[in-house]
């Protein structure tokens, strides 16, 4: 393919198993943050992945026990050196939350899924977390918004009461309490995400996998390769981003939390 970066293709492992795909953040030193490298390196993965017929199910975790992911790089973005691959940007966060495949997807959370990692979860179809993980939407704690079809995605998800605590707050809630509103589909106990996850996926890669595939365009409503509706969403999206990441307030969130220092805002 053209427009291949040079990137440190270790910051994400790909693996087959048995007709799963399974794909590992692999920055535990970062708690799994995303980065260029690990934005083009996912959004290649599912590429690939939607034109092998060998692949049935996609499992997407992180290495560790302390994070899932704790979504953007925010260090990356506050020093001016997050590189997005272009040619992946077309496919939103991590080359992720809008690459739609026909292929399902489970997201073994086996740690902290805050901000862009609950995005991440949230763009999966199905979601395995143990015992400690948890859920969570700080953005508005660092000036900015869920801008990854986070705002909109766990509004359908969950009760709107729920999910707006959630996105006003930026506050988390615990895999259980996730579990309870229909955000996760089980909870596994603790080091057990991955395997509780892929568990889920054989149960799945045992259909027919055409069957099944068109079984989860029919139920998202697929309409020229885009769930129906979500266009409209991701433009109303992107018009806020617009908006809130251009403030002075986005700029400070991230710079404050580079510097382990409380933000000031000044609501502009």
Same mark, same amino acid.
């Given at each position: 393919?053209?427009?291949?970066?040079?990137?440190?293709?270790?910051?994400?492992?790909?693996?087959?198993?048995?007709?799963?795909?399974?794909?590992?953040?692999?920055?535990?030193?970062?708690?799994?943050?995303?980065?260029?490298?690990?934005?083009?390196?996912?959004?290649?993965?599912?590429?690939? +992945?939607?034109?092998?017929?060998?692949?049935?199910?996609?499992?997407?975790?992180?290495?560790?026990?302390?994070?899932?992911?704790? @979504?953007?790089?925010? $260090?990356?973005? +506050?020093?001016?050196?997050?590189? &997005?691959?272009?040619?992946?940007?077309?496919?939103?966060? +991590?080359?992720?939350?809008?690459?739609?495949?026909?292929?399902?997807? &489970?997201?073994?959370?086996?740690?902290?899924?805050?901000?862009? @990692?609950?995005?991440?979860?949230?763009?999966?179809?199905?979601?395995?977390?143990?015992?400690?993980?948890?859920?969570?939407?700080?953005?508005? $704690?660092?000036?900015?918004?869920?801008?990854?079809?986070?705002?909109?995605?766990?509004?359908?998800? &969950?009760?709107? $009461?729920?999910?707006?605590?959630?996105?006003?707050?930026?506050?988390?809630?615990?895999?259980?309490?996730?579990?309870?509103?229909?955000?996760?589909?089980?909870?596994?106990?603790?080091?057990?995400?991955?395997?509780? +996850?892929?568990?889920?996926?054989?149960?799945?890669?045992?259909?027919?996998?055409?069957?099944?595939?068109?079984?989860?365009?029919?139920?998202?409503?697929?309409?020229?390769?885009?769930?129906?509706?979500?266009?409209?969403?991701?433009?109303?999206?992107?018009?806020?981003?617009?908006?809130?990441?251009?403030?002075?307030?986005?700029?400070?969130?991230?710079?404050?939390?580079?510097?382990?220092?409380?933000? &000031?805002?000044? @609501?502009?």
């Amino acid at each position: 393919m053209t427009d291949t970066p040079d990137v440190d293709a270790s910051k994400v492992l790909v693996e087959n198993r048995d007709h799963v795909l399974v794909l590992t953040l692999n920055r535990p030193e970062a708690r799994n943050a995303v980065d260029g490298d690990v934005w083009f390196l996912i959004g290649d993965a599912l590429e690939k +992945a939607q034109d092998d017929p060998e692949v049935r199910c996609i499992v997407l975790t992180g290495a560790g026990d302390l994070a899932f992911s704790a @979504g953007l790089d925010l $260090k990356a973005l +506050a020093t001016g050196t997050l590189n &997005i691959p272009p040619r992946m940007a077309r496919y939103g966060f +991590a080359g992720f939350v809008r690459h739609f495949t026909s292929k399902p997807v &489970i997201a073994a959370v086996n740690g902290k899924a805050l901000g862009g @990692g609950t995005e991440l979860a949230l763009a999966c179809d199905l979601i395995v977390a143990c015992e400690s993980a948890s859920f969570g939407l700080p953005e508005v $704690k660092r000036g900015l918004i869920a801008g990854g079809g986070g705002v909109f995605r766990i509004t359908e998800v &969950i009760p709107r $009461k729920i999910a707006l605590e959630l996105l006003m707050t930026g506050e988390p809630i615990s895999a259980t309490e996730a579990a309870r509103w229909g955000l996760v589909n089980r909870v596994v106990p603790d080091g057990t995400a991955l395997d509780g +996850a892929l568990a889920l996926a054989a149960e799945i890669a045992k259909n027919a996998p055409l069957a099944v595939q068109a079984s989860k365009r029919l139920a998202y409503r697929i309409v020229d390769g885009e769930p129906e509706g979500e266009a409209r969403m991701w433009a109303e999206n992107d018009q806020e981003i617009g908006g809130v990441f251009a403030s002075a307030d986005a700029q400070e969130g991230p710079r404050a939390f580079a510097e382990k220092r409380d933000p &000031i805002w000044q @609501g502009k």
